[in-house]
């Protein structure tokens, strides 16, 4: 499947922004969805990941609390929604999908990528 990011830019310190992530066909039964981030001089992390039907959701603790993964599976997207950004929330940020929902936290379980799209957060 081929995934393609949108909805980044650069945003001030504790403003909010939406990412949202168009699959090129059905999610719903056989994707679970990810994000991840790469900051430079850093590894790609793990953000948030949703189950197949949106019933599970899993949030890394530094953005627990702001950031909220979701899934339209009648549109094919996932979205997040990041709210109080922080000037350690600036790298690029990955859609990602996956046959599986084993280890969502793991780069390794997720076989499809987007480009990436940049969020800078700065005054």
């Known amino acids: 499947v081929q995934l393609v990011e949108s909805g980044g830019g650069l945003v001030q310190p504790g403003g909010s922004l939406r990412l949202s992530c168009a699959a090129s066909?059905?999610?719903?039964?056989?994707?679970?969805m990810g994000w991840f981030r790469q900051a430079p001089g850093k590894e790609r992390e793990f953000v948030a990941a949703i189950s197949r039907s949106g019933g599970s959701t899993i949030h890394a603790d530094s953005v627990k609390g702001r950031f909220t993964i979701a899934r339209d599976n009648a549109k094919n997207t996932a979205n997040q929604q990041m709210n109080s950004l922080k000037p350690e929330d600036t790298a690029v940020y990955y859609c990602a999908a996956s046959t599986y929902y084993n280890n969502p936290r793991a780069t390794a379980e997720f076989d499809s990528w987007g480009q990436g799209t940049q969020i800078t957060v700065s005054s």
């Open positions: 066909r059905r999610t719903s039964i056989t994707y679970a």
